[in-house]
């Protein structure tokens, strides 16, 4: 019986697998829609739909330059223990090639596309790497970026990709300092780069929150605006990173370092693997009672 694309679909919506995995199991079973389900059931393809409901909050980001580009991703697992796996890092670099060379401007657009231009999907890809790997795994999100020769990109990954961070500075190739306004970020997390970045409704909000405070501590009203302006300094400090003091020399202002090397930061972009995601909250005496029961 000759397989045909509708063939193919259906029966990778039932089972998750790869369109090419769906292709073989078809042609295996001739056109025989549950002997292909079975058949991938058997190679353990079909798996990897099951997986896809669990929570993958661990993972790592990762970084790729190609000549003036470079882009920060972050790919999610369901145990850190995958991350060490070589072919979650394989995986990882076809990603990162991929989004390189093709420029997606969503995740949602990445999946869709021909895996380097040609072949099966992004997203039958990941499918395929879920039943081999045996764990739920998902492209959380990306960031592209492109300099010009005259300016530089910081990569910095934290213990394996457990936090990620792309910098580009302008006005100069020295990719070491680029590198340590990397790692500042990682360390620091700087919300904004400038105080310019700063909403207007952010500061009125916390210039607020610091009268009301002044206020409380019985500060008198015609001092408590100067005080407002002195402490709202110290927010900024806290959260914009030209503002804060270089973790490699505190003496020094990030902006003040980036200055003496005749450049400004251009933009940051900083990951932190599973953060915003709720995590499960497992108990391994119980999940092992409850299979021994099956």
């Known amino acids: 019986m000759a397989v045909n694309a509708k063939m193919v679909k259906e029966l990778r919506e039932q089972t998750g697998a790869g369109m090419l995995d769906c292709k073989k199991a078809l042609e295996e079973t001739d056109g025989d829609m549950e002997q292909a389900v079975n058949y991938l059931r058997e190679k353990g393809i079909s798996k990897a739909a099951k997986k896809q409901d669990r929570v993958a909050a661990e993972g790592a980001s990762h970084v790729a330059v190609d000549g003036n580009r470079a882009v920060l991703l972050e790919v999610n697992c369901e145990t850190d223990f995958v ?7 394989e995986l990882l670099d076809d990603l990162a090639n991929h989004i390189l060379s093709q420029a997606p401007e969503t995740v949602e657009e990445a999946l869709k596309q021909p895996l ?5 999907t992004v997203e039958a890809f990941i499918t395929d790497n879920i039943a081999k790997i045996g764990e739920k795994i998902s492209l959380r999100r990306f960031e592209l970026f492109e300099k010009t020769d005259q300016d ?11 936090i990620g961070v792309l910098t580009v500075l302008e006005g100069t190739t020295n990719e070491d300092i680029a590198k340590d306004i990397a790692m500042h970020v990682a360390a620091v997390n700087p919300r ?5 970045a700063v909403s207007e409704e952010d500061v009125a909000q916390e210039k607020e929150v610091l009268k009301t405070q002044a206020l409380n501590e019985g500060k008198p009203e015609h001092i408590v605006e100067k005080m407002v302006e002195g402490r709202l300094n110290k ?14 020399d505190p003496d020094q202002k990030v902006k003040q370092v980036v200055a003496n090397n005749d450049a400004t930061v251009k933009s940051f972009v900083r990951y932190e693997v599973g953060e915003g ?13 409850n299979q021994t029961k099956k």
């Open 192 to 196: 904004y780069l400038s105080r310019d």
């Open 277 to 289: 995601i709720e995590k499960q909250e497992e108990n391994f005496a119980e999940e092992v009672m």
């Open 235 to 248: 927010y900024f400090e806290e959260i914009c990173l030209l503002e804060q003091s270089f973790v490699k």
């Open 83 to 89: 991350t060490k796996n070589d072919q979650f890092k």
């Open 116 to 120: 380097h231009g040609d072949g099966d």
């Open 152 to 162: 530089a990109f910081g990569a910095y990954l934290h213990m394996g990709g457990s």
